[in-house]
């Protein structure tokens, strides 16, 4: 079973400042995707930024890019330029090819940003 | 821009009783998916459904979770005798499908079942 770690429970950062969450996953698959989902307090999951693993270039979406790192099983999403609206849980997640595309969650990052 | 819905956005029920909690996933997508977020804890999946079928389904989805998809629109689960414990945030995700570009899931804004 996959396994997803995020060993930050809560981070502060201020606004416009940068800011890195990190991520591990435990896989022994070779072809799978990774998400960054954000849950802001309306509670609703939107979609941050995914990657594919056969993908060796990080993704990027404006200020929000991500360090794949697939020997070490590392996906951390970087934040620039914070903004007080970046306030949120973020949850890191793994979805395996093949397999009914269940996302395995982690157990979530939150982040407030200050003024 | 397209997106899930969920109705109702909340919903107390009594111990025992059956509930129905509805999505209507985005008009193109094949996939669709159920999870669940215990308050304060991580989002967990409960199953996936794709050509009227259960794809994947987890331990947490037993003989009291089914889904349907009675007609063209809607994605409904069914828990048939609720216990305290299912109370949660519980969320509907459709994907357009599964290969590679088209697997992403979005999610509906989550439905909040209390039981009492």
């Known amino acids: 079973a996959q396994t997803v770690t995020q060993s930050q429970p809560e981070m502060s950062v201020q606004e416009a400042e940068t800011v890195t969450l990190s991520c591990t996953y435990d896989?022994?698959?070779?072809?799978?995707?990774l998400f960054w989902y954000k849950q802001p307090p309306s509670r609703q999951m939107i979609l941050v930024i995914r990657?594919?693993?056969?993908?060796?270039q990080n993704a990027t979406e404006n200020r929000f890019s991500v360090n794949f790192q697939k020997a070490a099983k590392s996906f951390s999403l970087k934040i620039s330029d914070s903004q007080l609206g970046d306030t949120a849980m973020y949850f890191c997640?793994?979805?395996?090819?093949?397999?009914?595309?269940?996302?395995?969650f982690g157990k979530g990052t939150s982040l407030l940003v200050t003024p | 821009e397209p997106e899930v819905t969920q109705t109702p956005s909340h919903q107390v029920t009594q111990m025992g009783q059956e509930v129905i909690l509805r999505c209507v996933p985005i008009?193109?997508?094949?996939?669709f998916y159920w999870y669940r977020q215990i308050l304060g804890q991580k989002v967990e999946f409960l199953v996936s459904?794709?050509?009227?079928?259960?794809?994947?389904k987890s331990e947490i989805f037993d003989d009291q979770f089914s889904v349907e998809r009675p007609d063209g629109s809607n994605f409904t689960l069914k828990i048939r005798s609720t216990k305290l414990e299912d109370s949660a945030m519980y969320f509907c995700?459709?994907?357009?499908?599964?290969?590679?570009?088209?697997?992403?899931?979005?999610f509906g804004p989550g439905t909040r079942l209390l039981v009492l």
């Open positions: 008009s193109n997508h094949l996939y």
């Open positions: 995700a459709s994907s357009e499908t599964a290969s590679m570009g088209q697997e992403t899931q979005y």
């Open positions: 997640a793994f979805m395996k090819e093949y397999s009914g595309y269940a996302l395995n």
């Open positions: 990657q594919e693993a056969y993908k060796q």
């Open positions: 896989t022994s698959e070779n072809n799978y995707y």
């Open positions: 459904f794709y050509n009227n079928e259960i794809s994947e």
